[in-house]
């Protein structure tokens, strides 16, 4: 499969398990060092490898013929700081940024088993920014997961399945988390 597909495919497949909303997420993969990334204003689950954006290390197009997603430079930075990334995937899931708020050592700490590092947490920036480019890009430097604060999540990998599944692992754990303080407020309410 080649990885025009690839992003095609994962891109429909995080949109339908819920990743991804149908106009917000982005995700991009290398290929012959240009970045292959979805385009801006697209609905994912109609996708196909002709609407995507070859882009390279300065943002320029170098094929396609709509526009890169608005959050390009955080995929270009992130690539430039991570020489061993092949793949960079950001969702909009939202238990791990209400998480984020209450970033709790526990869940830190079963994730990097998973993860191979700690979940970074980055400040709320705006989105589309060269800061906020810069600012995942430097948290990602030691980390292959990061939550962007009252926005979303970026992760990693050595190519799309890798940094999809760290993208369903952070929202499990989220999730895992979630239920654990409901069923703590539970069972409080309820003196067991
Ligand atoms: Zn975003």
Redo the contacts with the bound molecule.
């Keep these: 499969m080649s990885v025009a597909d690839e992003v095609v495919r994962y891109s429909r497949l995080l949109y339908e398990r819920g990743h991804l909303t149908l106009l ?2 982005n995700l991009s993969a290398l290929a012959d060092g240009l970045v292959v990334v979805t385009p801006t204003f697209f609905p994912k689950p109609f996708l196909e490898p002709s609407d995507l954006v070859w882009i390279d290390m300065e943002g320029r197009v170098v094929r396609g013929v709509r526009r890169p997603t608005s ?1 390009w430079r955080m995929h270009v930075a992130v690539y430039k700081a991570r020489p061993d990334v092949g793949a960079v995937v ?1 969702t ?1 899931d939202v238990l791990p940024v209400l998480l984020a708020e209450r970033i709790d050592a526990s869940l830190l700490s079963e994730a990097e088993a998973y993860l191979g590092s700690e979940i970074a947490v980055v400040p709320y920036i705006t ?1 589309g920014t060269a800061e906020l480019a810069e600012a995942v890009a430097s948290a990602l430097r030691k980390s292959n997961v990061a939550i962007l604060k009252r ?2 999540v970026v992760a990693v990998g050595r190519d799309l399945a890798e940094a999809v599944n760290r993208v369903e692992v952070v929202a499990d754990l989220a999730k895992a988390a979630f239920y654990n303080m409901i069923l703590g407020l539970w069972s409080a309410g309820r003196g067991v």
């Design positions: 917000s997420g959050e950001h909009h989105p926005h979303g």
